[in-house]
């Protein structure tokens, strides 16, 4: 017996000492001696020896053992009848199960719990089981349940007269009302708390409390009671709270200057709340400071520092698991994305929002996301759906008595009916919404729906309403800091002054819009940079027409053009280390000078928006010559080009894109099986009189302007998909194509072609060529094997006397390398111009595991480590292709290499022939080395022979593309 006390006294020292894993062996040690001998009451030792054991079980986390233990206690307890042991043991096995994440099952034992601790009328125990139990239904999310348990709580708390409890209980009821969107229970539960607190001196707990009164009167719509409380909350944290209770009151603060449109305010007080934050350990408030800061820059639309602070917050948040934050982060990155143009993005996040939301039953995310869903589907065109998407949030609205949402739902609505061009249904939503947001002061919000009524009135022809509605809109942005929706109703003014035959009017608010524009886009990566581009080319289109309409013919010309490659002349003037200018005297001179130097023809297109007429400007020498007309083909060239293709039979060709990869299809079957692309078929005379598409866009693109064309060499700037059409197989009247008297090349922009031309003499690489033909790609991506391009490689690199890099050596790690020395650069494998990817020999072939940043050559990686080429020839899938974009044309993994460093680029527009493309090439690279011809005169010459030869049809020497400068190469 003396052992057996002695070993208690030990496990119970290791125990107190949190040696958890020594004081489980000692109490087990202690059972053996308990067991071994004859003593009196051993049920009660052993009931005290399990107890032990489950606490100590805990103290490691391991809490099947320590189940096991007060199972076992409760077995031994069946026979002693101690009634507070079963209250012990219900209550241990209630917080395991909590602790393991069982909810449900915690629940179960404290019902059991329950039911002794009200026979034997034990209140505090009750009330303790009923906030336990509330606990687990709030994990659970059950928040019905949870104040169910707690209003019990309550209730004895008060029969007992437990004015500090009650005081915490009506806090967490008053948190929980807020969540639910229960204004009046929140508000009486909470000014509860706060006297109990005050009565107490507990100055913290009234600090806590008066910040979540804050956020009910901020969830209310009521801003002047929230800041009420927020700044006595920041008073009551400074003096008795610590540093992280004062960061939570800054950031408070915050979200409630944010929301009534007091920008610069909001923005103060989020840097201070994140500063404080940083030196935290708490991530989930670190998160929340960042999304703080994210909301301001947004609402200032600074979108570059708005989308790295949500990033951020995005990334801290889901750490954590909290998705109640996780999904209002989520939200606002949407809507960053939105505003900037990158709508697959924003949908992603939309998404995403909704379903965390749903997990933790933020109702206002959720409307707000189907809201910013709504949005999205209506620009892209999905009218059914943005609809639906706005019914469904203007429902949610509804639902939890939220006027800030139900507000923005009238807006969206009324957005989509003015889309679908439903004017009474869209003013009618409009009207609804406006005053609930004056109401409220929610004047950001009120901007743009101020913005979007103001066009309704225009699209019905009421300019004076128009004109009134976007200059309220213009005074409200202005004074809160908004510049976007500040860009948006000068935009819209500038129209409604436009039609009013107002020109200088129009004229300056056009040029205030493009400023904001200009400066919205500073910092913003290339990608932000593309995707606003877009959104705003507009105001150039129309500062552009307006000079139009004045014969200022040269002034159109210059705005149009500085609408043009805004984000690659971002990134070729970092790379040329030269200096952007965007006045309009840099623009005129530019189009003088370059018109001077380039002894060719310049042909600049624009196609002005909601007209169907074309603009031209032809530049020879220092002259500009400018015609308009109507074009006649309802089609776009993309969709002339695929319906010329469709149900023509094509020679076999090596399948060259990323399918497989990306599972879209069984690409080697579908070549096989399936009649595939092609662009032309003279195998039939009457058959090619029927394809009458490259007729039609010669009338539409060139036929107009064929008289004003003196010059061999033409350098064409298309806009947007027009950059698909392949110009050297437009075909006149007489059936001559335009390739037979000239030779064509393509440029992004005259400000991209000056900066390729001014660039440093030692820029680009002298010698060296890299070859690169059928890497190794890993046999996991299921891309096949590609011969013919190998073959391709192998006898262009024989010609011009160098090495080729094929199958294993082609490792992404070596391209990478090699493509910063070389002159010139030839790449014939699997790629996706659109993805802007290309598939390489992996870095780590003996990795198991696929990764993709090991073998796939990305635009990123390009940009990243650069190039000197002066000529990179891609004989990839569709090399030509990639989004298409107004402002900037076809991007892709062409204009990745021009962006890179490359002086010129040449592509294909679409899969040609292996025997074809391999003949082409072979005949290319002999003029550039054997007869020393430039990039261009070689296409032409290359061109020409294939045409005169009787075995190549249009299809397959028409899709090759020279895009950049004419470059002549030291092979």
Not at 210 to 228: H, I, P, S, V, W
């Amino acid at each position: 017996m003396k052992k057996f006390h002695i070993a208690c006294t030990v496990a119970d020292f290791l125990f107190n000492s949190h040696l958890y894993h020594k004081a489980i062996v000692m109490y087990r040690e202690t059972q053996v001696l308990l067991r071994g001998s004859k003593v009196k009451y051993s049920s009660h030792l052993e009931i005290v020896l399990h107890y032990k054991l489950a606490c100590s079980y805990v103290g490691i986390n391991e809490f099947k053992e320590s189940l096991e233990s007060y199972r076992h206690l409760l077995k031994f307890n069946e026979e002693v009848g101690d009634k507070e042991w079963d209250v012990t043991a219900f209550r241990g096995i209630s917080d395991v199960h909590s602790s393991m994440g069982q909810h449900a099952q915690s629940i179960f034992f404290s019902r059991k719990l329950l039911q002794i601790v009200q026979n034997s009328e034990d209140k505090e125990e009750a009330i303790e089981v009923y906030l336990r139990m509330g606990d687990s239904y709030h994990n659970l999310g059950k928040r019905d349940k949870f104040i169910e348990c707690y209003n019990n709580a309550l209730k004895i708390c008060r029969e007992i007269g437990n004015k500090k409890m009650e005081g915490d209980i009506l806090f967490a009821l008053g948190s929980t009302y807020t969540y639910l969107l229960h204004f009046p229970e929140a508000i009486k539960c909470l000014e509860e708390s706060l006297e109990i607190f005050k009565k107490f001196g507990k100055y913290k707990a009234e600090g806590k409390s008066y910040q979540c009164l804050g956020m009910t009167y901020q969830e209310k719509g009521d801003y002047d009671k929230a800041l009420e409380c927020h700044f006595k909350s920041l008073e009551l944290m400074a003096e008795h709270g610590d540093e992280e209770d004062v960061g939570v009151s800054y950031n408070n603060i915050g979200v409630t200057y944010y929301t009534i449109s007091r920008n610069y305010e909001a923005l103060d007080y989020f840097t201070k709340s994140l500063t404080i934050m940083k030196k935290c350990a708490e991530k989930t408030k670190l998160g929340k400071a960042h999304h703080g800061l994210g909301l301001c820059y947004a609402g200032l639309g600074r979108y570059a520092k708005a989308i790295e602070h949500q990033l951020q917050a995005v990334k801290i948040l889901e750490e954590t698991g909290a998705m109640f934050e996780i999904g209002r982060a989520r939200s606002l990155l949407g809507g960053i994305y939105k505003g900037i143009g990158q709508r697959k993005e924003a949908m992603n996040n939309f998404k995403k929002a909704i379903k965390c939301s749903r997990t933790s039953g933020d109702r206002k995310v959720e409307s707000n996301a189907y809201r910013g869903l709504g949005d999205v589907s209506v620009c892209l065109g999905n009218y059914s759906q943005g609809e639906t998407y706005f019914q469904k949030a203007l429902k949610i609205a509804k639902e939890t008595g939220d006027k800030n949402q139900e507000a923005n739902s009238y807006s969206g609505l009324g957005f989509f009916y003015m889309a679908c061009g439903r004017f009474k249904e869209s003013l009618d939503n409009f009207n609804l919404g406006i005053p609930i947001m004056q109401e409220m002061g929610i004047e950001g919000d009120l901007a743009g729906t101020l913005i979007n009524a103001g066009s309704t009135y225009q699209a019905l022809g009421n300019l004076k309403k128009a004109k009134e509605f976007q200059e309220k809109a213009l005074k409200i942005a202005r004074k809160i800091g908004d510049k976007e929706r500040e860009q948006e109703a000068l935009h819209f003014l500038g129209i409604c002054h436009s039609k009013d035959g107002e020109s200088k009017k129009a004229y300056n608010c056009f040029s205030e819009s493009i400023a904001c524009a200009e400066k919205n886009r500073e910092l913003l990566q290339d990608e932000h940079k593309l995707s606003m581009d877009n959104l705003t080319f507009i105001s150039y289109e129309c500062l552009c027409s307006l000079y139009i309409s004045q014969g200022l013919f040269r002034q159109a010309l210059c705005a149009a053009e500085r609408g043009r490659a805004r984000a690659l002349g971002d990134l070729l003037s970092k790379k040329y280390g030269s200096q952007r200018n965007n006045s309009h005297e840099f623009y005129l001179n530019t189009v003088r000078e370059i018109s001077i130097r380039n002894q060719s023809t310049i042909l600049f297109i624009a196609k002005p928006y909601g007209k169907r007429e074309l603009y031209s400007w032809v530049l020879e020498d220092a002259e500009i010559q400018f015609k308009s007309w109507q074009f006649k083909t309802t089609e776009s060239p993309i969709d002339l080009l695929t319906n010329l293709q469709r149900g023509k039979s094509v020679p076999e060709c090596e399948d060259r894109s990323l399918m497989a990869y990306y599972r879209l299809k069984s690409s080697s079957k579908e070549i096989k099986d399936k009649s595939r692309q092609r662009l032309l078929e003279e195998e039939e005379e009457e058959e090619e009189k029927e394809d009458t598409t490259l007729y039609q866009l010669y009338n539409d693109i060139f036929a107009p302007i064929a008289d004003l064309i003196h010059r061999r060499d033409i350098i064409i700037i298309p806009e947007g998909e027009d950059f698909m059409v392949p110009f050297c197989a437009l075909c006149d009247g007489n059936d001559k194509f335009l390739s037979e008297a000239f030779r064509i090349r393509l440029i992004p922009s005259l400000t991209a072609l000056k900066m390729i031309q001014d660039s440093p003499e030692v820029y680009h690489s002298a010698t060296g060529a890299l070859i690169v033909g059928n890497p190794s790609v890993p046999p996991q991506t299921k891309l096949l094997s590609l011969p013919g391009a190998r073959r391709e490689a192998l006898e262009i690199a024989e010609l011009l006397g160098v090495s080729a890099t094929v199958g294993d050596e082609a490792t992404k790690k070596q391209v990478l390398r090699r493509i910063q020395d070389v002159s010139l650069i030839h790449i014939a494998a699997h790629g996706d111009a659109e993805r802007g990817e290309i598939a390489l020999a992996s870095n780590c072939p003996s990795r198991r595991t696929l990764r993709k940043e090991d073998f796939m050559l990305t635009m990123e990686d390009v940009a990243k480590v650069g190039t000197r080429a002066k000529l990179v020839v891609l004989s990839c899938c569709h090399s030509g292709k990639g989004q298409i974009m107004k402002s900037e044309g076809v991007v892709g993994i062409s204009r990745a290499f021009l962006a890179a460093g490359a002086r010129s680029v040449l592509v294909t527009l679409w899969a040609v022939d292996d025997r074809a493309t391999k003949e082409f090439m072979i005949r290319f690279y002999g003029h550039l080395k054997c007869d020393k011809l430039s990039a261009s005169e070689a296409l032409h010459q290359t061109m020409r022979w294939m045409r005169d030869s009787k075995r190549y049809r249009v299809n397959e020497w028409a899709p090759f593309v020279l895009i950049g400068d004419d470059v002549t190469l030291n092979l």
